[in-house]
């Protein structure tokens, strides 16, 4: 099992930035890939970002992809989101996911939300105009 906890949500202005963590726990050494989901009220949850975890290749989502960064750090088994350039469209609440299977491209992440492993709670992102 593997214990996924998100943190740094928060109410920021639209055009300000925010950071959120995903910090990992149990068994992680078997993680292949994490990313961020989020969920905005009465949609759908949507693909944000993910990241191979050796290796460090990206994935993003088109309406993300050269504001948001996702990144993360071996030492504290950590998945970080920075977002920059923030629109009202951003809010939502944004999940941390892991998976362990090695043989899918970070590409189906968009059409896999159904199928991963593991999911954090959820932390709140609210952008306001």
């Known amino acids: 099992q593997v214990q996924l906890v998100e943190s740094g949500g928060g109410l920021v202005q639209a055009g300000g930035s925010l950071r959120l963590s995903c910090a990992a726990s149990?068994?992680?050494?078997?993680?292949?890939?994490m990313g961020w989901f989020r969920q905005a009220p009465g949609k759908e949850r949507e693909f944000v970002a993910v990241i191979r975890w050796r290796g460090g290749i990206t994935y993003y989502a088109e309406s993300v992809k050269g504001r948001f960064t996702i990144s993360r750090d071996y030492a504290e088994n950590t998945v970080y989101l920075q977002m920059n350039s923030l629109k009202p469209e951003d809010t939502a609440v944004y999940y941390c996911?892991?998976?362990?299977?090695?043989?899918?491209?970070?590409?189906?992440?968009?059409?896999?939300?159904?199928?991963?492993?593991?999911w954090g709670q959820g932390t709140q992102v609210t952008v306001s105009s």
């Open positions: 149990g068994r992680t050494f078997s993680t292949y890939a």
């Open positions: 996911a892991a998976d362990s299977k090695s043989s899918w491209s970070l590409t189906s992440w968009p059409d896999r939300r159904n199928d991963l492993d593991y």
